[in-house]
């Protein structure tokens, strides 16, 4: 339908309006956000509220918000009526961290569309929808590297974390790690990883274990919360 070419900004972003697929939404290299109508080939508005590039977009379609993110840091809340800012809030980094804020942050709502999953590099937490209100947050350790990736399960219900050993081979090499996660459409269960070096391997516990979704060690004063399936992270659950 179109085609967004040079010169700069670059799209970084996108996602499709849940109720009118004619509008995207399309997160920009310069840190604003176009919605753009695909049936008139026109830019209806550019919202602007970050200060670098979009890097996450989510639309709830019982709020009517759109929350973008961004590699500032900072989550937006937009008003899909009138397309004005509601909320904004930046997130909070753990000590001695500094640098890691200006990495990717990337967002999704819960299947109740107001629970909202944010995925940093240094941290996964679960806000809620529309005022940002942080609920629960979770930083990584030292030991484990920054998170590259997080996800609900299709059922939003999920919980789990998944050993190193389901994926990696008995002399792994450092350049190799999850770089992403997919939840499978329909299986709560079933979660596709991606490795650095190509591979993907398709998850799901041993039929000897049982279902997932026990509660992972609590952390970082954090106590248990919705579900996020994190790449790279530690489970004491056995997978195959």
């Known amino acids: 339908m179109t085609t967004f070419m040079p010169p700069p900004p670059a799209a970084t972003f996108l996602a499709f309006h849940p109720q009118d697929n004619n509008i995207i939404a399309i997160g920009m290299a310069d840190s604003s956000i176009q919605i753009y109508n695909v049936r008139v080939d026109e830019v209806k508005t550019k919202l602007k509220g970050h200060q670098k590039r979009i890097t996450g977009l989510a639309f709830s379609n019982i ?81 484990t590297g920054p998170i590259t990736h997080a996800t609900y399960s299709c059922d939003s219900h999920l919980r789990c974390r998944i050993s190193p050993i389901a994926y990696m081979t008995p002399n792994p090499s450092l350049r190799v790690y999850p770089l992403v996660i997919a939840a499978h459409p329909s299986e709560p269960n079933q979660f596709a990883l991606g490795l650095t070096d190509g591979g993907i391997h398709v998850l799901e516990p041993l039929e000897s274990e049982g279902k997932w979704g026990t509660a992972p060690p609590v952390e970082n004063g954090a106590g248990p919360s919705t579900a996020a399936a994190a790449a790279g992270a530690v489970s004491d659950q056995p997978q195959r």
Not at 130 to 142: M, S, T
């Open 63 to 143: 709020l009517n918000v759109l929350v973008s993110s961004g590699a500032d840091s900072q989550l937006c809340v937009w008003s899909t009526d009138g397309w004005e800012k509601q909320a904004s809030t930046v997130l909070q980094m753990p000590s001695g961290r500094v640098a890691a804020a200006l990495a990717d942050t990337r967002v999704q709502f819960h299947l109740d569309q107001i629970h909202l999953l944010v995925v940093h590099e240094s941290q996964i937490a679960i806000y809620e929808a529309p005022k940002l209100e942080r609920l629960r947050q979770w930083f990584y350790r030292e030991a």
